[in-house]
């Protein structure tokens, strides 16, 4: 292994470190603005993810978002009685679109590091556009499952699903755009200086 392989492989090891604390830890992975806004809790992974497709490429970000999802995925299987178990209780709903994030994240900057540097305000939108795909990409696979495999009780509607929860997860999501975007933005370009050579050719 060559020493960028081994440097990107030990930055990596130290992202998805970041995403297992930021999971298991309370007030890392999130912002309470409960006491704010009610029923706002703005989860702040996705910038995690996001970073690492940036600084590293989009395989380093999808093993991140990997990382997350599975990370998710064992939480709720774990506490299970609650909505949000139920959703990710489900695989593909719970490593899917964390996947992606990284994914796609490190994709878009590719695209435009190849040309030139990446501005400011890219910073901002792909932190944005990380945590409206994940919102956007758990709503889709959750109808989804729920119209293949119908479930009762805690209030899901056998109707209108889909719109029910673009209501209940939708509403998040413009916090969380905003916040994960002003995240990367502050964090992104201190480290792209430091690890721009990390990412690959």
């Known amino acids: 292994m060559s020493t960028m392989k081994t440097k990107r492989f030990v930055a990596t090891t130290v992202f998805v470190a970041i995403v297992l ?4 830890v309370p007030f890392l992975g999130s ?28 395989r380093s970000g999808s093993v991140v978002g990997l ?4 990370t998710s995925w064992i939480r ?19 490593l899917v679109p964390r ?25 901002f939108l792909l932190g944005a556009f990380g945590a409206l795909l994940n919102t956007a990409l758990v709503i889709l ?12 009780g ?3 509607p056998h109707a209108h699903l ?17 916040a994960n975007g002003l995240l990367v933005l502050l964090i992104g370009r201190v480290l792209l200086a430091k690890l721009l050579n990390l990412r690959p050719e």
């Open 141 to 152: 696979s959750t109808t989804a499952a729920f119209k293949l495999f119908p479930v009762s």
């Open 162 to 178: 889909f719109t029910w929860l673009v209501g209940i997860l939708g509403f998040n999501a413009g916090f969380e755009m905003i």
């Open 154 to 156: 805690m209030g899901i």
């Open 99 to 123: 996947l992606m994030v990284g994914l796609l994240a490190g994709y878009l900057a590719g695209l435009v590091l190849k040309k030139t540097r990446l501005p400011w305000w890219g910073f």
């Open 76 to 94: 709720n299987l774990m506490h299970p009685g609650t909505i949000g178990s139920l959703i990710f209780s489900n695989p593909v709903t719970a």
């Open 31 to 58: 912002l309470p603005l409960g006491a704010f806004i009610i029923g706002a809790s703005v989860t702040i992974v996705p910038m995690t993810a996001v970073l690492a497709g940036i600084l590293l490429g989009p």
């Open 67 to 70: 990382f997350w999802g599975l």
């Open 21 to 24: 604390l930021q999971s298991f």
